[in-house]
């Protein structure tokens, strides 16, 4: 079972501000918990904004996100996989009741364009500057946690020793594992 228990959204910041807001959230909200980090393949990209990457600005804060290029109907496949009710009987994704941000989202938020008279259905939601962002990160947490036919992959198997050096919270400052 999937669960989705809490949505952040940026608010006109930076990428550093926002995963350093993200990043306090989690370790007080879920002390001692193994993160999995997500991000669009575009993370990797240097932009005129900055010298770095939003992937190497996470790093130095102790975010190290995973991705790569993924066919967006594999995202979408796991997830419609994920809404359906499992062959126990209970429901493959649950949604905390208090994230009407998702709640909406799901109920027609995120949703694909009409299809006029002759034209084929595309695997591609609007972009409504709004939906489309947790929708997308949905899709790309899924596409790195389960497989399409809907089995968890092997737990933080792309995790290093090193980055698990931010996981209570202290970084580690030297080349010993024990040493904080």
């Known amino acids: 079972q999937w669960c989705l228990m809490h949505v952040i959204l940026g608010d006109d910041e930076d990428i550093r501000s926002f995963g350093t807001r993200v990043r306090n959230f989690c370790l007080a ?7 999995i980090d997500a991000d669009d393949i575009a993370g990797m990209q240097v932009s005129d904004k900055s010298q770095q990457t939003s992937r190497q600005m ?3 804060i102790g975010i190290y996100p995973v991705g790569r290029k993924q066919e967006i109907a594999e995202g979408a496949t796991i997830i419609r996989q994920k809404l359906k009710i499992r062959v126990d009987g209970q429901p493959g994704l649950l949604v905390d009741p208090r994230e009407q941000i998702l709640i909406d989202m799901f109920q027609g938020g995120l949703h694909y364009p009409e ?41 933080n198997q792309f995790m290093s020793d090193i980055q698990y050096q931010w996981r209570d919270g202290r970084p580690r400052m030297g080349n010993d594992a024990n040493e904080t």
């Open 58 to 60: 996470l790093n130095l």
């Open 29 to 35: 909200e879920y002390p001692g918990a193994k993160y």
């Open 115 to 155: 299809v006029k008279d002759g034209q084929t259905q595309h695997e591609h939601y609007e972009k409504d500057g709004y939906y489309e962002h947790p929708g997308d990160s949905l899709r790309y947490i899924a596409v790195e946690m389960f497989n399409l036919t809907g089995q968890h992959q092997m737990e």
